[in-house]
């Protein structure tokens, strides 16, 4: 198992303000470009090619991860020139690809945190003969997603897109979004045009009678296409709940970047994330929140389960929960910002501007 594919072409359009500078994958999480725990942990189960699948902001990644010999890795770059969709980014970087046509090539979406076990994955790929294999979970309620039965050996038997009604759940298995493909069976991907595997590769693949295999794997999963999931899974990755070798220090309550200044009575909780440069004021408090580089919480402030993008300013007194506020945004004094609201970049609350959700 050398190789992989990373799909990080996405416009990030439901993290939006987080998006609008920065591509999805590149959005810090505990400290680093989120993209960096998946390249981490994928070295990390004996990965040692990748090649991005980029499109939105393809400019970012190379400058940041180079040839990614800094994570012991050798990493291509590709860009669509138009969006292509999942199995026509596969197949668009193709070319790129080293290994025979018999080989496993794992595959990758860029907004899924999860422990994984990546090494199982592969194996039973290889043991079970598949031409594809699936990474699956279990969700509680999987109406948002695409459910994917098995028989009883783990072979995949249907997918069923989105379902509503109790009588379509017939399953809490759902696509994780980290699939093996057999290298031969990229090649029969459309070239040139969009292509959803989801929706088109997987289910013309199950109708020809090819070996479409699921693996369960429930250990930890989340789909960051939120910006409430996004702060979630950058403190969850803090805490240590997520594994990732990248995270930049010991996991615990909180994690502090060189730079950063917090006063001595402020209070940081819940998997809390200063970046480097941002400053927490005198009696703050910040729980389970991210605070980017450059931002700004003045004294008194209270920012909870939020995203503080970088250079935002927080003004004193304010309280902040279940928030995002954009890069370079400034929200003054003594407001009350709740319940989803977004701030968009560059913004300015004056202060005493009460806030109490984005529908208001």
């Given amino acids: 198992m050398t190789e992989a594919i990373l799909l990080v072409g996405g416009k990030g359009t439901r993290l939006r303000p987080l998006t609008v500078n920065t591509p999805k994958p590149m959005v810090p999480a505990a400290g680093v470009p989120f993209l960096t725990h998946q390249l981490a942990r994928a ?26 010999s800094a994570l012991g890795l050798s990493i291509e770059y590709v860009t669509e020139e138009e969006p292509l969709g999942t199995g026509g980014a596969i197949r668009n970087v193709a070319s790129r690809l080293h290994s025979g046509p018999e080989d496993p090539v794992l595959i990758f979406n860029g907004d899924i945190l999860t422990g994984l076990d990546i090494r199982a994955l592969v194996d ?22 695409g459910l994917v039965p098995t028989d009883g050996t783990g072979r995949v038997t249907a997918f069923l897109e989105k379902p ?29 045009r969009p292509v959803s595997v989801e929706r088109e590769t997987f289910p013309d693949l199950l109708a020809s009678g090819a070996h479409l295999q699921g693996m369960v794997d429930s250990t930890y999963w989340l789909d960051l296409g939120t910006p409430q999931a996004f702060v979630r899974g950058s403190a969850d990755l803090v805490l240590g709940r997520a594994p990732s070798p990248a995270v930049p220090g010991r996991c615990g309550d909180r994690l502090i970047l060189d730079t950063a200044e917090v006063a001595a009575d402020a209070k940081l ?14 009696g703050a408090r910040v729980s389970g929140s991210t605070v980017l580089a450059d931002a700004i919480v003045e004294p008194g402030a209270v920012v909870t389960d939020s995203l503080i993008g970088a250079g935002a300013h927080i003004g004193a007194r304010t309280v902040v929960t279940g928030a995002v506020i954009g890069d370079g945004a400034r929200v003054g004094a003594d407001n009350e910002l709740r319940d989803g609201i977004r701030v968009w970049c560059n913004a300015t609350l004056p202060p005493a501007t009460i806030r109490f959700s984005s529908d208001q």
């Fill in 43 to 68: 070295r990390a189960a004996g990965v040692d090619h990748i090649v991005l699948a980029t499109s939105y902001l393809a400019e970012v990644f190379e400058p940041y991860f180079g040839d990614g």
């Fill in 124 to 145: 039973t790929h290889q043991t079970s003969g598949a031409d594809v294999s699936l990474h699956l979970t279990r969700v509680d309620d999987p109406r948002a997603f």
């Fill in 269 to 282: 909780t819940g998997g809390t994330v200063v970046g480097a440069g941002a400053v927490i004021g005198s």
């Fill in 164 to 192: 509503q009604t109790p009588e379509e759940i017939v399953t809490d298995q759902i696509n994780a979004g980290a699939y093996v493909f057999r290298r031969s069976v990229i090649d029969t991907i459309p070239a040139g």
